[in-house]
């Protein structure tokens, strides 16, 4: 009881601060904790019943819940051109930032000036554009909440720049065999694939004979809507350990110095021989603070490039942005403190070793298979029999986190150029994301509703059931500099699962896929091109059992957690003496 009732106010000055910072992407974030079933036909009915000409706050919030992009854009011009102006402008300037429409927000900001919030509604274009000094400046003079939202940005501007948490030398003795990681999130609260990895090397170390505890990011999971949230979680005999403070620090460079303390009382209590700590940059800086403390080596493992992931939903011109270098140069600087940099595959590491960081103290653990996914998979028709779904035809589709850089809009259509000739093909969505109310918005305008399955999020536990439901496993990433080096997790478990993969001709795929070994390989953002690979699979099934089973054989040659979890003992090992050796 004491414990929810410190989650409860954690949440409430989550909730206080974001509605002060940026009260429209509040507003979305909440609309996603609530069930799709329930926001999505509430937001179609406003839409459907509001005028096509109507400008106000509530119709254009609807519209942006049911991903309907291109209706808040038309909306959002009717409403520069209308000329709206005052607080009405700011609002609807905010919203354009949360719809991810920049330009629409500075014509609508231009007719703000007199708003009480027009500094606040700048700070926030300059921040979204990556002017993060700009963002601080512009707050100057703007009373007590501006001051508050400047001192908060600060705080965040100041991280970037390198400030990072420091703590006192302690006297400690490791115990060998023991590692901490530290994580943004993790099993049972986030299903994405970043916290699937996590769980799966930290099974097969203790498979190992490993220690392992887990400790995950201060205020997490109550952070994200999970007020029943315990201390302390077990999964599959791993322990996941919540870093809950009863008041959390304003300002994120405060939050990370609060959160290396008590990071470093869990370490000293668990006497940890090595700490590990994943992407971005701010869990690097807690976790060399806390290592630097101990006298212990420490791992940073690299799982995408962060700064291309928010570059790649800010547009072209934030590459060039003071956030940008910023986040490229602390990465680096994290990367070229910690003992060892463990990776994904070799694309990534390529731009690790462009960053100046020696190709020797770079691993690569691949994202990898172990648990349901070594057990012979089933044939088609009996996994859809257990998931309820209709057995017959043919099945294209994937399990994925929905947004924008997975190209899903592309698989969509090209599953609309496959139906004519394949009247029994179905398409398959696993997992839900921001990009969802937009995909199910495109398939009901093509006429394929009723051909097509959005599951949402699944019990973790079913993933494997609904890889072996599909007949060809499907990844239509764009083409953008993130997924150009970042190999994704999912094709794996269904190569694992004698599914045959198409993906887009991305370097980072091809770490993956083996064109005409064990899929093939089509041009990014082609829809034909994407529809013509995957009616070479659907119009050939020895052809596709043939990949299939070719995928499944080298996955479990070479992309085990058990393999990873060998590799980076020996790692840590060696880590272990190195750092007796200089101390």
């Known amino acids: ?12 000055h989550t909730a206080g601060q974001h509605l002060a910072d940026d009260p429209m992407v509040l507003f979305l974030q909440l609309s996603r904790r609530v069930p799709a079933s329930v926001v999505r036909p509430l937001a179609r009915l406003a839409c459907s019943v509001a005028p096509r000409g109507s400008v106000v706050v509530p119709v254009l919030l609807a519209s942006l819940t049911r991903g309907d992009v291109d209706d808040v854009a038309r909306r959002l011009r009717l409403a520069a051109d209308r000329k709206v102006t005052g607080e009405k402008a700011r609002k609807l300037a905010d919203i354009a930032l949360a719809a991810h429409l920049p330009e629409l927000s500075d014509l609508l900001l231009a007719g703000a000036a007199d708003a009480p919030g027009f500094k606040s509604a700048q700070a926030r274009r300059l921040w979204y554009a990556g002017n993060l000094s700009g963002a601080v400046a512009v707050l100057e003079g703007s009373g007590r909440a501006g001051r508050r939202q400047q001192e908060r940005l600060a705080g965040e501007a100041a991280v970037y720049a390198g400030a990072g948490p420091s703590l006192s030398r302690q006297a400690f003795t490791p115990v060998p065999g023991r590692v901490l990681h530290l994580l943004t999130n993790s099993l049972p609260h986030t299903a994405s694939g970043y916290a699937q990895r996590s769980h799966s090397v930290m099974v097969a170390q203790r498979e190992a004979g490993w220690q392992v505890l887990a400790v995950t990011r201060l205020a997490y999971p109550v952070q994200v809507g999970k007020l029943l949230a315990h201390a302390t979680d077990v999964v599959d005999g791993v322990e996941y350990r919540r870093l809950l403070p009863a008041r959390l620090a304003a300002a994120m460079d405060a939050r990370l110095q609060q959160q290396a303390k008590e990071l470093l009382d869990v370490a000293l209590e668990f006497k940890p021989s ?14 060399r603070a806390v290592a630097d403390a101990l006298g212990i080596p420490w791992v940073y493992e ?6 291309d992931t928010w570059a790649a939903t800010h547009g072209p011109q934030s590459r060039y942005s003071e956030k940008y270098r910023l986040f490229q140069a602390r990465e680096s600087d994290v990367m070229r403190d910690a003992d060892l940099v463990v990776t994904l595959g070799q694309a990534l590491k390529a731009n690790i070793v462009a960053a100046g960081i020696p190709e020797e103290k770079i691993l690569i653990a691949p994202n990898a298979v172990g648990g349901a996914y070594l057990r012979q998979p089933m044939d088609s028709a009996g996994a859809r029999r257990k998931l309820n779904l209709p057995e017959d035809g043919l099945y294209i589709g994937t399990v994925s986190s929905l947004v924008a850089y997975e190209g899903l809009d592309d698989l969509v259509r090209a599953f609309a150029l496959l139906a004519p000739e394949f009247p029994q093909l179905r398409l398959l969505v696993v997992g839900d994301g921001v990009s969802r109310p937009g995909l199910e918005e495109q ?15 699944v019990p973790r536990d079913l993933a494997p059931l609904y890889h072996q439901a599909l007949d060809v496993f499907v990844v239509p990433r764009k083409d953008l500099d993130v997924t150009r080096a970042v190999t994704p997790l999912k094709p794996v478990e269904a190569l694992a699962s004698a599914r045959p993969v198409v993906g887009s001709d991305l370097p980072a795929l091809r770490e993956i896929i083996d064109d005409g070994g064990n899929g093939i390989l089509a041009p990014a953002e082609d829809p034909q091109g994407l529809a013509k690979a995957i009616s070479t699979l659907l119009s050939d099934a020895s052809y596709r059992a043939e990949l299939g089973q070719a995928g499944r054989a080298a996955v479990l040659a070479g992309r085990t957690w058990a393999a990873n979890a060998t590799a980076l003992a020996t790692r840590y090992a060696g880590l272990h003496h190195e750092h007796e050796e200089n101390e």
């Open 443 to 457: 398939i009901a305008a093509l006429g394929l509703s009723g051909r097509t399955i959005f599951t949402g999020r």
């Open 274 to 287: 090595v700490l590990h700590t994943t992407t971005h940059f701010v869990n690097g800086m807690v976790v």
């Open 302 to 307: 690299v799982r995408g490039q962060l700064a």
């Open 1 to 12: 009881m004491i414990q929810t009732l410190r989650n409860v106010r954690l949440a409430a």
